[in-house]
């Protein structure tokens, strides 16, 4: 049974940092990448990572601010979110899938999802 469990979330102010994390257990894939959807709005891409060669990609308004990582041992990835605005306020959410992508429907597993507050 695969299971893609995220951590990390909460309220932070303006400028300040978290640590997003997605334990990956079941089975192994190919790329991970982290979505967020904010009230009312589309799910939207945040970044994307190869779990073997670990190539990243990120969206253009969270390049320079977040990094996203892995741990192959610990079947984990990592969202290092620093410089946080409050228009970063949503819910995060890890995706497995088979190649790195910004589409959602072209990742096949989803965590539950996990709330990042930003306050001004």
């Known amino acids: 049974q695969v299971q893609l469990v995220e951590s990390g979330g909460g309220l932070v102010q303006a400028g300040g940092s978290l640590r997003l994390s997605c334990a990956v257990s079941?089975?192994?894939?190919?790329?991970m990448a982290w979505f967020r959807q904010a009230p009312g709005k589309e799910r939207e891409f945040v970044a994307a990572i190869t779990w073997s060669a670990g190539s990243t990609y990120a969206a253009d308004s969270v390049k320079g601010r977040f990094t996203i990582s892995r741990d192959n041992a610990k079947n984990t990835v990592y969202l290092q979110m620093n410089g946080l605005k409050p228009e970063d306020t949503a819910v995060y959410y890890c995706?497995?899938?088979?190649?790195?992508?910004?589409?959602?429907?072209?990742?096949?597993?989803w965590g539950q999802g996990t709330q990042v507050t930003v306050s001004s």
């Open positions: 079941g089975r192994t894939f190919a790329a």
């Open positions: 995706a497995a899938g088979w190649y790195a992508s910004s589409r959602p429907k072209e990742y096949s597993y």
